[in-house]
């Protein structure tokens, strides 16, 4: 498993925050979803990933690219563009998304 | 509960992502994220949260601020910043966080 949480460089370069309450069943939703983990990070631009959902279905993924060029290019990457379509039909019963460009970033490990 | 995922105003405002992996056992953690919960929400400024533990302790917390200015104000609020304390002595073993300025945001529910 990568690290977590993600090791990303020093900013600036662009967040974009994926936030979902997940239907009930999986419905494909593993399999695709490992499937989108393999493919965004051989994305060009692609810097990190961070992703967790709770008992309850609720989930927050965070990926970090260089730039907004990068974040186009993975929203008409086919196989992406595909699984949203499918997450809205069958996977998620609300979600949000916020693109921001992160300004100052720091991290901390015990010692 | 709150709507989730949290329903924020037009941009442009703050997002701020924290990632944390929690130790094992709760050693007060609940009670205090209860009551970091609770101030948060009363800070000026203050806009939007949404969070999401796994199973293995790895979450994510995500707060929207209004400006670079309330989350200050935040960071230097008295019980904060002793849980903060607290945080790095017993709750987490790793954490990061990232400070961005959210460009734009858009939701989705189902119809």
Redesign the interface.
């Known amino acids: 498993m990568a690290t977590?949480?993600?090791e990303?460089p020093e900013p600036p370069y662009?967040?974009v925050?994926f936030?979902?309450?997940r239907t009930e069943g999986d419905h494909g939703y593993g399999e695709t979803a490992d499937e989108m983990d393999r493919l965004v990070r051989q994305q060009p631009g692609f810097l990190g990933m961070?992703?967790?959902?709770?008992?309850d279905g609720?989930?927050?993924t965070?990926g970090?690219f260089r730039d907004e060029e990068s974040i186009r290019q993975w929203l008409v990457q086919p196989d992406h563009a595909g699984a949203r379509d499918r997450g809205?039909a069958e996977w998620?019963?609300?979600?949000?998304?916020?693109?921001?460009?992160?300004?100052?970033?720091?991290?901390?490990?015990?010692p």
Chains 1, 2 share one sequence.
Do not use: C, L, M, N
């Open positions: 977590r949480p993600a990303t662009y967040a925050v936030a979902s309450q961070d992703s967790a959902r709770d008992g609720f989930g927050i965070v970090y809205r998620y019963h609300h979600y949000s998304v916020h693109v921001a460009k992160v300004e100052r970033a720091y991290r901390w490990d015990r």
